[in-house]
């Protein structure tokens, strides 16, 4: 597991490991989506970010999709390593283009 040079690694290891990604269901994402298009939000646009598993590429995919099919934008999509020192860079680059919303796709522990 990569962790930060800050933490020592006793410390890290105290906490394990993430868990095992399980693929998204289509209740999540249908909540998801109505979660994102309720009354009175006006999101149009987001940028996409998710953990480099299969899972998460494979739900990070999904949902796009079905936004795109519901006519909204995704302005990104960008990866990044779960257990990553830091994540400055992507998360500058989740919100450069200054997207209605953000979403993060991962594991759950």
């Given amino acids: 597991m990569t962790t930060s040079p800050l933490v020592p690694a006793a410390a890290a290891a105290a906490y394990g490991g993430l868990p095992a990604p399980s693929a998204h269901t289509k209740p999540e994402l249908d909540a998801l989506i ?59 680059r989740l919100t450069a283009q200054r997207p209605d919303a953000w979403v993060v796709v991962g594991a759950l522990s």
């Fill in 34 to 92: 109505v979660l994102l298009t309720r009354a009175g939000f006006r999101i149009e646009s987001v940028a996409v970010g998710h953990a480099r598993y299969a899972e998460s590429r494979a739900a990070a995919a999904a949902f796009s999709t079905a936004w795109q099919a519901r006519g909204g934008q995704v302005l990104a999509t960008l990866d990044w390593p779960e257990t990553s020192a830091s994540w400055l860079r992507p998360a500058r």
